[in-house]
């Protein structure tokens, strides 16, 4: 992106918040203010750990552009001690110190009591939106951007040299971000720019001729969970969406009812069907971008269709595109009110053959207008999702955010229904209006598959934390067999797990032969089984900022062995995953970072902090690397077609106990509406710890007003079988063994093995605080 088109579009986000306010009001924050000239710097603590660089030109205040959350979650006002002299000024806190040394014109900043983490000269450069700041030599970055569909991946996670702050072209996802495991992160607040990193410098530049930055200091989890406070938590997504999407492009209704038949009838979990043009009467007058094609889907337009689906558990999600036809009445009223995005211009669609043109969707009268009567009928009779594609060929960084902005807003505006998006780009921001990022048209095959890993957790890294890729490869044809099921695989260990193809492509397990059609189903139903785990992390992430994937850094940021490693992640705290992603290979080195590790199939355990071997199954495909850690508590679900399709009225739970102790929130809501914003949701938290020959477990009294069909935990401890069990102090009645405490439906508890050796099964009530205590065998 130019620098003019840059400015432009960083001016429109600016314009989409409040306007400038003066900066007489006094600040709710402790800080001081550094003066220069008639400018001013204003240093001040906004959250513990998160301190605000804000430049004043003339004393007034820029409005924030979009990338800060403009209605933030309101958060613990900090406690900071601020003292200034004629040598300038400090700023302390039990996290953060900030000092002003006004004989050097230097602003230090670090943890009290050690070394400053950053140090910024030449502070009048912010007003010419320039940022420089000093770290220690060789300190790992991560951030700003991740890649797009088709640059090679090599780079990894680590950041150096030269970085365009942008959203990029489609997979890309970026942010005027940077961190480091050294215990820092830099927000700059704008769109366009750049940031260059050094060996021991930060620059940033910005187009519009002002900067504000903000730093977090402390873990990646701190700094993330900072970063969200700053510019914004992310909805949750409604629970069907935890399950498996098949995408297809090329179908009618007829096609569409036997492929939802095809899972039914196999026993094959699908929550979501997502349709590509098909689905509309694009290139037709009358709205035909935003209505039903009646021709292809003749049930849709009366909701007769959606019933059908309804019936069968699944949910139709339908594409979006930036561009309406002109030549039509749509295309005219765009024109009429000055819809058109200046920088597009009107030419053939690929698709129709007839001339479309992109609407400005930073334009909020633009905004109101693309979810109209018609959009809005295709809502109420089936279209409950939005894969919004494209919006990324004008260089506007924030044309995939505001147009999904567009929908946000207008299914907020007439349903309770959650809503729920997948986009081709990500800008920082975006992540308020329950967006998704997917990786782009990627090929199919294994090179391709194996460069999503990269792909997905540099997205992650810039907060992109909703992430998915078209498994199976988008173009270059048909995955053999092998490829599709190691892609399932690997998918199932994604955010956003679904499946897509180019035109006439099929990517149903089925296409693919008895063995490949196995693997990948067994992938799928795992996944299935974990929905009540995964869904616990949308809730993680709205709470903390990080979400169900996570690079292993994040939590070992100072194991040199992970700065840059792709082959493995957290899927919530207690997985491990690695998958196969090399044609025919029969090993596969896996690094396990400290601590113990169990082997999810075999239960064979390990100990941290070196690579072990895994023998892979080159013939049937029949494996997937995941390994359970230490201390994990996983709750799981009973075999289901698809969520929701009976009610959870008892969760086993799967327990690693560990000395270190360890702690899950189980969280629960109707999986549908925005209820939770109200408080109508069940969460409860579980510790867990090993103390020699004891096990305690301790379950705290649910939060929220929503009741949750569970009536009962079946906690499954793993490890040293119990010889006697209490109840918050009770003693519970022994079985002799599961079957015998199933079929009772009380509380009790029996021991017995599986693939992880001994095991103890303890029923206890839902629902209320207790505690459970295992006595072990010697």
């Known amino acids: 992106m130019s620098p003019s ?36 710097v204003r240093v001040e603590l906004t959250a513990p750990g998160t301190l605000h660089v804000q430049f004043r030109k003339a004393g007034h205040v820029s409005a924030p552009t979009i990338v800060i959350d403009p209605a933030p979650q309101a958060s613990t006002r900090p ?74 991946a090599t780079a990894g996670l680590l950041r150096d040299g030269y970085r365009p702050v942008t959203a990029g072209e489609q997979g890309h996802a970026g942010a005027p971000f940077v961190w480091s495991t050294a215990g820092y992160g830099v927000l700059v607040d704008g769109v366009g720019g ?120 699944v949910h139709l999600t339908g594409i979006m595109k930036p561009r309406i036809h002109v030549d039509t009445v749509e295309g005219r009223e765009a024109s009429e009110h000055g819809y058109w995005l200046a920088q597009s211009d009107p030419a053939p669609d690929y698709f129709s053959g007839k001339t479309v043109r992109e609407l400005d969707f930073a334009d909020p009268a633009a905004r109101a207008w693309f979810f109209n009567a018609a959009l809005k009928h295709s809502f109420e009779t089936g279209i409950v999702g939005w894969w919004n594609d494209e919006a990324d060929d004008v260089a506007v960084d924030l044309q995939h955010m505001d147009m999904q902005r567009a929908l946000y807003d207008g299914q907020r505006a007439i349903s309770d229904l959650r809503v729920w998006s997948l986009n081709r780009n990500f800008y920082l921001g975006a992540q308020r209006y329950a967006y998704g990022l997917w990786s782009g048209d990627i090929r199919t095959g294994f090179a391709s598959m194996a460069g999503q890993r990269q792909r997905m957790l540099s997205a992650i890294n810039v907060g992109a934390m909703q992430w998915g890729m078209d498994g199976g490869g988008f173009k270059g044809g048909t995955p053999t067999p092998e490829n599709y099921a190691r892609w399932i695989q690997f998918g199932a260990f994604t955010p956003v797990f679904r499946v897509h193809g180019e035109l006439g492509q099929h990517r149903q397990p089925w296409v693919y032969g008895a063995v490949a059609e196995k693997a990948a189903t067994d992938a799928i139903r795992l996944r299935q089984s974990l929905i009540p785990y995964i869904y616990s992390y949308e809730h993680q992430r709205r709470a903390t900022g990080i979400g169900l994937v996570r690079p292993l850094l994040f939590d070992w940021p100072h194991d040199a062995n992970l700065r840059n490693d792709v082959d493995a992640w957290l899927f919530g705290d207690s997985l491990l995953v690695s ?154 009645e022994a079985f002799d063994g599961v079957d015998a405490l199933r079929a009772s439906g009380d509380d009790g508890w029996a021991v017995g093995k599986d693939r992880f050796g001994p095991v103890t099964w303890v029923r206890v009530a839902a629902g209320h605080a207790l505690t459970v205590t295992l006595d072990v065998k010697k």
Request: net charge negative; no cysteine; hydrophobic share 40%.
């Open 5 to 40: 088109s840059a400015a432009a579009s960083l001016s429109q986000a600016r314009a989409h918040v409040a306007p400038a306010r003066s900066a007489s009001l006094t600040p709710a924050a402790p800080g001081f203010d550094i003066t220069l000239g008639a400018d001013t």
């Open 194 to 313: 750049q940031i260059a990193l050094g060996d021991t410098r930060i620059d940033a530049r910005m187009f519009d001729g002002g900067l504000d930055y903000y730093v977090f200091l402390g873990n990646p989890h701190a700094i993330f969970g900072a970063l969200a406070q700053v510019s914004g938590r992310s909805p949750l997504f409604p629970k069907w969406a935890m399950g498996f999407t098949n995408s297809q492009w090329g179908i009618d209704e007829k096609e569409l009812l036997d492929i939802v038949h095809g899972y039914r009838e196999r026993h094959i979990p699908l929550d979501n069907f997502t349709l590509d043009f098909d689905w509309k009467a694009w290139g037709e007058d009358n709205y035909g971008e935003f209505r039903w094609n009646e021709h292809k889907f003749p049930d849709g337009d009366s909701g007769k269709l959606k019933s059908l689906l309804d019936a069968q558990g």
């Open 579 to 732: 998958p196969v992603v090399d044609e025919g290979q029969t090993a596969k080195p896996v690094y396990l970072p400290a601590g113990e590790w169990i082997d999810w199939f075999s239960g064979k355990r390990y100990e941290g902090g070196r690579t072990i071997e895994h023998q892979a199954d080159a013939t049937h495909w029949s494996d997937i690397p995941l390994y359970v850690r230490e201390g994990a508590i996983i709750p799981m679900a009973p075999p289901m077609d698809y969520v929701g399709q009976r009610p959870l009225t008892e969760l086993e739970v799967e327990l690693f106990p560990a000395a270190d102790g360890s702690q899950f929130d189980y969280y629960d809501d109707d999986g549908r509406t925005y209820g939770y914003e109200q408080g109508e949701y069940f969460l409860q938290s579980m510790r867990m710890q090993a103390h020699g020959d004891t096990v305690s477990f301790a379950i705290a009294a649910p939060q929220g007003s929503y009741k949750p069909a569970l009536k009962s935990w079946l906690l499954k401890f793993h490890g040293q079988a119990a010889e006697a069990v209490r109840s918050s102090g009770r003693a519970l």
């Open 79 to 152: 406690v900071a001690e601020v003292s200034q002299d004629a040598g300038g000024a400090r700023l302390h806190s039990a996290q953060l110190d900030a000092v002003w040394d006004k004989q050097h014109g230097e602003l230090r900043i670090g943890v009290p009591g050690q070394p400053p983490l950053l140090r910024q000269f030449a502070l009048p450069s912010l007003g010419h939106g320039r940022l420089s700041l000093i770290h220690a030599k060789g300190e790992p970055m991560y951030g700003i951007g991740g890649f797009d569909a088709v640059e090679p």
